[in-house]
């Protein structure tokens, strides 16, 4: 199973991005997805996630109102709009889809992976 991301790029404090991730259909029919980031040096954190319906979205403590995690089944992608950027939210950002229909905070809890998009925000 291929998970797609990308969006990421370079941007300055205080700007937005968009991600997105693509995969099979019969993943986006089913399963919970999440977005988890990676910074250098750090453990990979959760950021956010979704349920299979897109009714249910969880965040990390640090988003604090400024990412929208979002899916389109129909088109198979799920979605980060990233608003307000800090410096520190400088990583890689990875989708994934979980074991169930629920998203969850847990990394394990996540079977398959894409490969990364590179955030970075300038001060």
């Known amino acids: 199973v291929q998970l797609q991301a990308f969006g990421g790029g370079v941007v300055q404090a205080g700007g937005s991005l968009r991600l997105s991730c693509a995969g099979p259909?019969?993943?986006?029919?089913?399963?919970?997805m999440g977005w988890f980031r990676q910074a250098p040096g750090k453990e990979r954190e959760f950021v956010g996630g979704?349920?299979?319906?897109?009714?249910?979205?969880g965040y990390g403590d640090f988003v604090k109102g400024r990412f929208i995690i979002s899916r389109d089944n129909a088109k198979n992608t799920v979605y980060l709009q990233m608003d307000s950027l800090k410096p520190e939210d400088t990583a890689i950002y990875y989708c994934?889809?979980?074991?169930?229909?629920?998203?969850?905070?847990?990394?394990?809890?996540?079977?398959?992976w894409g490969q990364g998009t590179q955030v970075t925000v300038s001060s």
């Open positions: 994934a889809a979980a074991r169930s229909s629920w998203y969850s905070r847990y990394s394990n809890d996540y079977q398959y």
């Open positions: 259909g019969r993943m986006f029919s089913n399963n919970g």
């Open positions: 979704i349920d299979w319906r897109g009714r249910s979205t």
